[in-house]
């Protein structure tokens, strides 16, 4: 069974940092690009970031590039979102996903991670 | 990249037909074959239920399918159950390697 846990989630304040993580159970985790999707409380679904199966190659939404890095360690099958300089417009909730198709989130989820920045 | 356009709601009563509109650009949804939707039920994660246009992921309904004419995709979704109301969204590459989904809509089942 695919499993996908977010943890890291939590009060960060502007300017700072949080580092999100995801462990990966139930398929061949190297074989897959991975992505992160967030959800501002009440809107809709954001792209933030996807990174190809062997981690060589990354993409970013304009809005984070620069500020957040992705990355993923293929011997602990796990998937990870550095977040610096934070702003209050990246409180949201961040899900993890598994990519079936081209850099598109895919077929299995995460149940989401809360980070929220304020004062 | 600009969100994809979506109608806000969409209602229909049990075992009807429903379809939902997806606009973009020639940079996104007219420009290339992938294009996702998205079931998402108040308070859980997002499960995917059409990707590359018109596929269906197993486990997914056939009463779910999509379409692609120029610029808009669409979901349709046909013998309505109340299960089926929930937020739906869609999702295209955008070139230049980068991802953009559409605003949402909120599926009402009269």
């Known amino acids: 069974e695919v499993q996908l846990l977010e943890s890291g989630g939590g009060l960060a304040q502007p300017g700072g940092s949080l580092r999100l993580s995801c462990a990966a159970s139930g398929f061949t985790f190297s074989n897959y690009a991975m992505s992160w999707v967030r959800q501002a409380p009440g809107k809709g679904l954001d792209w933030v970031s996807t990174i190809s199966g062997s981690g060589g190659t990354t993409y970013y939404a304009d809005s984070v590039k620069g500020r957040f890095t992705i990355s993923r360690d293929n011997f602990q099958n796990t998937l990870s979102l550095q977040m610096n300089s934070l702003r209050t417009e990246d409180t949201a909730v961040y899900y993890c996903?598994?990519?079936?198709?081209?850099?598109?989130?895919?077929?299995?989820w995460g149940q989401g991670a809360l980070v929220t920045v304020s004062s | 990249q600009s969100a994809l356009t979506q109608p806000r709601s969409v209602s229909g009563s049990p075992g009807q037909s429903v379809t939902i509109s997806c606009t973009g650009t020639s940079s996104d949804v007219a420009g290339y074959n992938y294009v996702s939707w998205y079931q998402q039920h108040p308070g859980k994660a997002p499960k995917l239920m059409i990707f590359d246009v018109s596929k269906r992921p197993s486990g997914v309904p056939d009463r779910f399918s999509g379409s692609k004419s120029g610029n808009t995709a669409s979901l349709t979704i046909s013998g309505l159950q109340a299960e089926d109301e929930a937020d739906y969204y869609c999702?295209?590459?955008?070139?230049?390697?980068?991802?953009?989904f559409g605003g949402g809509t909120k599926l009402t089942v009269l």
């Open positions: 996903a598994k990519v079936i198709s081209m850099i598109l989130p895919g077929d299995y």
């Open positions: 999702c295209s590459y955008a070139g230049s390697d980068s991802v953009v």
